[in-house]
């Protein structure tokens, strides 16, 4: 209490320009509400830091509102404060308080998940799990082998047991600011606008809190992080061209949606199709976490629409078309060994005797991995060691792509949501345009307005969103139901 | 109008819209072509504008028809840098569809009679690319070829790995358009670079590149013959960390087989070696050893008969102070760069 009061004084004191008479009549009235929660709690312990710092916000507040009108007293107050810490910093502008909103949009369903008795027990136990491990690796007759065991598990569980005890703390602190609410029965709006404001914070930073724990508990894809191949290409109809001008609206899309996500988009190969529709084309995205934006719109997508140009546009009919999108984690150097005695490489000098004897501008390459037969061939760039170099980036993007999958489908998985091979053959989306709507078959998910769709903005972001959304509650739920399987099969 | 109706037929529905202009083409197409004959251009279209597709098909067919080589190529690297790009891919698929303004139709007609003369594509265009670089070309200097990038690699990859200290200094002997020195000295921030031709068309064309590129700062750029004036080159060039030379190396009994392109607008003294190629090597294996400093490497872009050549060269002691360290196969598996080091 001695306590309180001394830090009451200090602000008091830090306080600029403020009018003596003023400041006095708040400190009486912060000791009187303190009394009277003391009493009312009949004495019960309450955390001394929450009020100090409510002191000395509304201190603050009252004295530099007076000197400085309309400056954000609780911004400087509260950054001088623990829990603040704790939160993510606020920032400023509206790029970052709409990123801010679609990130609310994105976990509000994290209560609920986290809610559930399967994800609770679960968590629970993780955390018992935690605490068994802290008291037996105190035993002194631990053999070496084990101790290493349990400190390597130990490490593993340490970032989830951390933010699960942040998590704690900080329904702890909003479950106090409802005590504090509930207890000042004075009408004293400004406090009560105070504690509600808190309050507000408090339940941010617990989404935040509650995000950070499942990204957490869900381990991540090593490829997330990584940049990828992105390739394209036309599906094949008994006539007319309207696969290849979607298979060309669908690159643009992606183009425009790296651009979206401030991502570099290098095409690396492009083949148009007569009459202005695309054959097939590759192109490498770099930037920040794109994989795991775009490994789940590998797949077919089909189209439906009455073509209004091109070959088919003469019968007024709906035609339906597909085209292919193969997304591909980009590996590092080190991931993968080629011998370069297993390729072959093909250009239009290949053939006589080359050197200073033939000028030619055919620069297009053409490599061969024998061993496996996969096939890539690039003709982007004039300069033929370019058109190598982005050939053979492609190849072991490709090559990588079979070793990863192959280890996925060793995995028995019933994910509705996967990245493999399986995949490829399989209708993910459906873009119809006489309905105007695009339909995501593995969420059921649907987009209207597909013009705006097709510009790769914002709706596809949305839709890219909910995928991951619901990639993350599977990946969860086969999490422990694995767990729960393991631990019954101990028994 | 036989051979313009048929081909007219097989560009198909691409030249539909613009039949007028098409037609109009074929009253002033005629075919002499013959030897020392004037090579006849047609005329621009007098009615009505072409699209870009419809000018890369149409130029397409005439290429093929006057059997030009990669008609298709041609065709749409000479477009596409009349609209301001490297390629035709990296055009977006709207501006394929573009109608040409009368300024790049007459532009289009202009560089495309040029190549219809046999003109390599990159003289009628003026540029191209070698490695990262895109360099001014000018007839008849010499235009680098694919296999030279990897000889930039491989002294790039010797030097990266600390060979020639922390700022080596290169000596290039033939560097035509300066594509292997700037190459160099963009791979190697640290690096200087003296080229040396005997062409004054090499030497001014290397410092126009040299000044587009900014590097003029690290670049000496000389006017010399090896072959008649060794000791000026020593004097003037003499310590260097690296030799590269991508000398004339054909055999003179080969000449007569190139193809149009080579023969009529590049240099024939960048091309020829004489009997077995080797004349202007022999010149480079004899400076060698008095311009390198001691461990200091050659490296030279030869024909695949000729590492044996160089290695017997060498072991027979007539070029004392070099030892042969390796012959490197290019993307083709045929032998053709060799390494030699000062000892």
């Not at chain 1, 602190?173 to 404001?197: C, F, G, P, Y």
């Not at chain 1, 934006?293 to 797949?299: A, I, P, Q």
Request: proline share 4%; hydrophobic share 35%; aromatic share 6%.
């Amino acid at each position: 209490m001695l306590f309180t009061a001394v830090k009451v004084c200090h602000y008091a004191l830090a306080g600029v320009g403020w009018d003596g008479g003023v400041a006095i009549h708040s400190c009486l009235r912060l000791l009187c509400l303190f009394l009277v929660c003391i009493s009312k709690e009949g004495g019960k312990a309450i955390d001394m830091k929450n009020w100090a710092r409510l002191c000395s916000t509304y201190f603050c507040r009252c004295s530099l509102g007076h000197a400085v009108p309309g400056r954000n007293v609780s911004l400087h107050a509260s950054r001088t404060h623990a829990l603040q810490q704790r939160c993510p910093p606020r920032t400023s502008g509206p790029a970052q308080a709409f990123a801010r909103h679609q990130q609310r949009q994105c976990h509000s369903n994290h209560p609920e998940l986290l809610k559930q008795d399967t994800v609770q027990t679960y968590l629970n136990g993780l955390m018992e799990e935690q605490q068994l491990i802290g008291r037996r690796l105190q035993d002194p007759a631990l053999s070496d082998c084990e101790r290493r065991g349990l400190s390597r598990r130990q490490l593993d569980l340490s970032p989830l047991a951390s933010a699960f005890q942040e998590l704690q703390c900080a329904v702890q602190d909003l479950v106090e600011m409802e005590t504090i609410l509930h207890s000042s029965e004075r009408e004293d709006d400004q406090l009560l606008a105070l504690v509600k404001e808190e309050q507000n914070q408090i339940a941010k930073c617990i989404e935040t809190l509650q995000g950070k724990l499942l990204e957490k508990l869900v381990p991540s894809d090593r490829h997330d992080a990584r940049d990828v191949i992105l390739e394209v290409a036309a599906g094949r109809t008994t006539g007319g061209d309207i696969c290849q001008q979607f298979t060309r609206e669908i690159f643009e899309m992606y183009q425009n949606f790296a651009s979206y996500k401030n991502w570099e988009f290098d095409v690396l190969n492009y083949t148009p199709a007569e009459y202005g529709g695309l054959h097939h084309a590759a192109a490498r995205i770099s930037g920040q976490r794109v994989y795991r934006n775009l490994k789940y719109e590998g797949g077919t997508h089909r189209v439906q629409r009455i073509p209004e140009t091109g070959l088919s546009s003469r019968m007024q009919r709906i035609h339906t078309g597909t085209m292919t999108v193969i997304v591909l984690p980009q590996p590092n150097e080190v991931d993968l060994n080629i011998d370069s005695k297993d390729l072959r490489i093909d250009t239009f000098r290949s053939k006589g005797a080359g050197g200073q004897s033939v000028n030619t501008t055919d620069s297009a390459v053409r490599i061969v991995h024998i061993p496996t037969g996969i096939t890539v061939e690039c003709q982007q760039e004039r300069s033929q060691l370019q058109n190598r170099d982005t050939a053979m980036r492609m190849l072991r993007a490709k090559m990588y792509r079979q070793i990863t999958d192959r280890e996925t489908e060793q995995r028995h998985s019933a994910r509705k949501l996967q990245v493999g091979t399986r995949s490829q053959s399989e209708r993910i989306r459906t873009y119809n345009f006489t309905q105007d709507r695009v339909n995501d078959h593995r969420i059921g998910y649907v987009a209207r307005d597909i013009k705006e769709f097709l510009r790769g903005g914002e709706p596809l972001d949305e839709l890219i969103r909910e995928l991951l959304k619901c990639a993350q509650k599977e990946a969860l739920l086969e999490l422990i139901e694995n767990s729960s399987q393991r631990k019954s099969g101990h028994f | 109008m036989g051979a313009f109706g048929r081909m007219c037929a097989r560009l198909g529905h691409a030249l539909s819209p613009q039949k007028i202009w098409g037609l109009s083409l074929a009253r002033g197409l005629c075919d002499h072509g013959g030897a020392g004959g004037a090579v006849c251009c047609p005329p621009l279209p007098s009615v009505g504008r072409p699209t870009v597709e419809g000018c890369v098909a149409l130029w397409e067919g005439l290429f093929h028809e006057r059997g030009v080589p990669e008609p298709r190529l041609s065709s749409e690297y000479i477009i596409a840098h009349i609209l301001g790009a490297k390629t035709l891919a990296s055009l977006g698929s709207d501006r394929r569809t573009e109608l040409l303004t009368d300024a790049q139709t007459r532009r289009v007609w202009e560089l495309c009679a040029k190549r219809l003369r046999r003109m390599p594509v990159q003289y009628v265009i003026e540029e191209w690319d070698f490695r990262e670089l895109t360099l001014r070309m000018r007839p008849p200097v010499f235009i680098p070829r694919p296999e030279t990038e990897e000889l930039v690699g491989l002294v790039l990859t010797d030097l990266r790995a600390g060979g020639g200290g922390d700022s080596p200094r290169v000596l290039e002997v033939g560097c035509g358009s300066g594509a292997v020195a700037l190459s160099l000295l963009h791979g190697l921030p640290q690096a200087s670079v003296v080229a040396v031709d005997r062409s004054s068309e090499a030497i001014s064309l290397t410092r126009a590149n040299t000044l587009m590129l900014g590097l003029q700062d690290r670049l000496e750029v000389l006017q010399l013959d090896v072959s008649l004036d060794p000791r000026a080159v020593v004097s003037r060039c003499a310590p260097v960390d690296v030799l590269v030379s991508n000398p004339p190396y054909l055999f003179s009994t080969d000449m007569a087989t190139l193809e149009p392109e080579i023969l009529r607008y590049e240099d024939h003294a960048a091309l020829d070696g004489g009997d077995e190629g080797m004349s202007v090597i022999t010149q480079i294996l004899a400076l060698a050893p008095c311009v390198l400093s001691l461990g200091g490497k050659l490296y030279l872009e030869v024909e695949p008969r000729q590492p044996a050549l160089v290695q017997q060269a060498v072991s027979e002691g007539q070029e004392a102070g070099l030892r042969y360290s390796a012959t490197h196969t290019d993307l083709y598996g045929r032998p053709r760069f060799c390494v030699l080091q000062r000892i």
